[in-house]
Nanobody, 124 residues
């Protein structure tokens, strides 16, 4: 069992930056692929970024490429999402998820563990 706790969300002006963190419990964190997802009101949950077990392979949604960076520290059991040049449309609840696989997947249903989410609100 893996427990995930997100932090770092908040209110930021458009063009600003935030760094989300996701702390994981358990000794198997380094064997899991990790993903960041988001869900805005009235919309489906969507992948933002994902990373494989070693941190060597990352994937991003087209809407965040060049602005967001996912990374992980397996020694600290933590995955990060650095968000720069934030836009109004980035406003959502952001979730961290773990997949019992070395490789990430684009689909939320492929992930086995989820955090409780952290709100990111971008204002004009």
């Amino acid at each position: 069992q893996v427990q995930l706790v997100e932090s770092g969300g908040g209110l930021v002006q458009a063009g600003g930056s935030l760094r989300l963190s996701c702390a994981a419990s358990g000794r198997t964190f380094s064997s899991y692929a990790m993903g960041w997802f988001r869900q805005a009101p009235g919309k489906e949950r969507e992948l933002v970024a994902a990373i494989n077990w070693s941190g060597g392979i990352m994937g991003y949604a087209d809407s965040v490429k060049g602005r967001f960076t996912i990374s992980r520290d397996n020694a600290e059991n933590t995955v990060y999402l650095q968000m720069n040049s934030l836009k109004l449309e980035d406003t959502a609840v952001y979730y961290c998820a773990a997949r019992r696989s070395s490789n990430y997947h684009l689909t939320p249903s492929e992930y086995d563990y989820w955090g409780q989410g952290t709100q990111v609100t971008v204002s004009s």
